[in-house]
């Protein structure tokens, strides 16, 4: 079945360090593929998404391309900040099919 | 309000009692989704509906029963809480837009001990 897999946390990055959180993936066919930011004591949001291969997803300073060739979606920001500490979760979508599948999430911390 | 809420926001009972965790969204999304998580699993998915009337098992679905009699409304029931129960609910919705994307929107949760 379909699965997607995230590094290991938590991480914890100095303001304005530079940020990759891997995410690959296992599907048929071709699934859309998201990141979603969990804030402390909230639900998660869409953070950015991408619906085929090639594709860049970006959205406040973060972006993930859809590599078909490697099977992965690896989250980038150039400078992080402090309002950036938060859970954050890589999920597929198989296309008509309505459900997500989430990977097990990591947490970010960033120190002033 | 607009969106989709959860209520209760905390819920602290014991075991063997019966509790319903209620979720209600304003769009009209067709879909409607629980998930649980918990500490070194991420989300995972309960039940989740497809319209009114319609819903199917998730991943985890045992020790839980929904009902949705209306688009609106997503009751999550736990027939006989036991401990393995005590978690943080969310509920979510969305709606299958232009080629087959699929955006979920997710309550602010709820967080249920069973003791």
């Known amino acids: 079945g379909d699965s997607v897999t995230q590094m290991e946390g938590p991480v914890t990055l100095s303001e304005e360090a530079f940020l990759t959180i891997n995410c690959t993936y296992t599907a048929t066919g071709y699934p859309s593929l998201f990141w979603y930011v969990q804030y402390p004591g909230e639900g998660l949001q869409l953070l950015l998404k991408?619906?085929?291969?090639?594709d860049k997803g970006s959205n406040k300073g973060f972006e993930a391309t859809y590599r078909k060739e490697t099977t992965s979606f690896h989250l980038e920001k150039g400078s992080v900040q402090v309002s950036d500490s938060a859970v954050y979760f890589c999920a597929l979508s198989p296309g008509a099919n309505s459900k997500l599948t989430f990977g097990k999430g990591i947490t970010l911390s960033v120190r002033p | 309000d607009a969106g989709i809420t959860q209520s209760p926001r905390y819920k602290i009972t014991e075991t063997g009692r019966q509790v319903t965790l209620m979720c209600h969204q304003t769009?009209?999304?067709?879909?409607m989704f629980w998930y649980r998580q918990d500490l070194g699993h991420g989300l995972r998915l309960i039940y989740y509906s497809a319209a009114a009337d319609i819903t199917d098992k998730g991943e985890v679905p045992d020790g839980y029963v929904v009902s949705r009699s209306k688009t609106e409304n997503f009751p999550l029931t736990l027939e006989s809480a036991t401990r393995s129960q005590t978690s943080v609910y969310f509920c979510?919705?969305?709606?299958?837009?232009?080629?087959?994307?699929?955006?979920?929107?997710f309550g602010a949760g709820t967080r249920l001990s069973v003791l």
């Open positions: 769009w009209s999304h067709s879909y």
């Open positions: 991408a619906t085929k291969a090639d």
């Open positions: 979510a919705s969305s709606e299958i837009g232009l080629a087959g994307l699929n955006i979920q929107y």
